[in-house]
């Protein structure tokens, strides 16, 4: 069982910049696909970036790509996610989320999860 807390969110003006990270304890954290997520109100959950298990691979949802990035620590167990260029759309409550095996889009497909937290994009 994998347990993950993100920190890092906030209250940020447009074309700012913040860094979220998600700690990770409680299992063996390189055997896992790490991805982030993010929730708006009233809409679904969706994918924003995975990061392989080493972190040589990363995939970036089209809508973030060129200024998100995902990245990992496995040495400190974290993972992060890096926004640049925000924009009032990216508010949302940030989730990390851990898997087995390889990179999927679903939620669904995703075995633990954070508890969120808050990004707010102000124009």
């Known amino acids: 069982q994998v347990q993950l807390v993100e920190s890092g969110g906030g209250v940020v003006q447009a074309g700012g910049s913040l860094r979220l990270s998600c700690a990770a304890s409680?299992?063996?954290?390189?055997?896992?696909?790490m991805g982030w997520f993010r929730q708006a109100p009233g809409k679904e959950r969706e994918f924003v970036a995975a990061?392989?298990?080493?972190?040589?691979?990363?995939m970036t949802a089209d809508s973030v790509k060129g200024r998100f990035a995902g990245s990992r620590d496995n040495a400190r167990n974290t993972v992060y996610l890096q926004m640049n260029s925000l924009k009032p759309e990216d508010t949302a409550v940030y989730y990390c989320?851990?898997?087995?095996?390889?990179?999927?889009?679903?939620?669904?497909?995703?075995?633990?999860w954070g508890q969120g937290t808050q990004v707010t994009v102000s124009s």
């Open positions: 989320a851990a898997r087995w095996g390889g990179y999927s889009l679903s939620p669904a497909s995703w075995d633990f």
């Open positions: 409680g299992g063996t954290f390189s055997d896992y696909r």
């Open positions: 990061i392989s298990q080493t972190g040589g691979n990363t």
